[in-house]
């Protein structure tokens, strides 16, 4: 399976429908409540565990170096260079990546420790952007291989 090219790259030939889909996904890294770096690992994260190869060279929000690298061999969750925040949204995405309905009452609590009830509903329904786009991605890709 192809997974090299990007969504954006695959949009790219639809003109002002892509230009729509790219505002729509833009509000997600622009809201006020989970910082854009914290989503872009949760995107790394997910890009991680679909084998999206291209989608993980698709951020386009600068992450801490060692942070990233943590995030795409699987070691966030030890590293000691993670915040407490940052550990539960991580953790949290990547049950939303595994399957939403695996969300844990206790993965809930820890985002909302630190984001707060708003901030929980920030996140999930920006993994559910983050993960639409990647399964989009891979999905045309295997199209493209057949």
Not at 85 to 99: K, S, T, W
Request: with cysteine; hydrophobic share 50%; proline share 4%.
């Amino acid at each position: 399976m192809n997974t090299s090219l990007t969504l954006d790259e695959r949009l790219r030939p639809a003109g002002k429908t892509a230009a729509a889909f790219e505002a729509f996904t833009q509000a997600v890294w622009t809201q006020p409540r989970i910082p854009a770096p914290l989503l872009e690992l949760c995107r790394l994260l997910i890009a991680r565990m679909h084998q999206a190869d291209g989608e993980r060279s698709a951020g386009k929000v600068p992450v801490d170096a060692a942070k990233k690298a943590a995030v795409l061999a699987g070691d966030w969750s030890d590293a000691a260079l993670f915040t407490a925040g940052e550990r539960a949204a991580l953790d949290l995405a990547e049950l939303y990546a595994i399957e939403p309905d695996t969300i844990t009452d206790d993965a809930a609590a820890a985002v909302i420790s630190h984001f707060g009830d708003a901030g929980l509903v920030t996140l999930i329904e920006a993994l559910g952007v983050i993960d639409g786009r990647i399964r989009l991605a891979l999905l045309f890709n295997a199209m493209e291989d057949k």
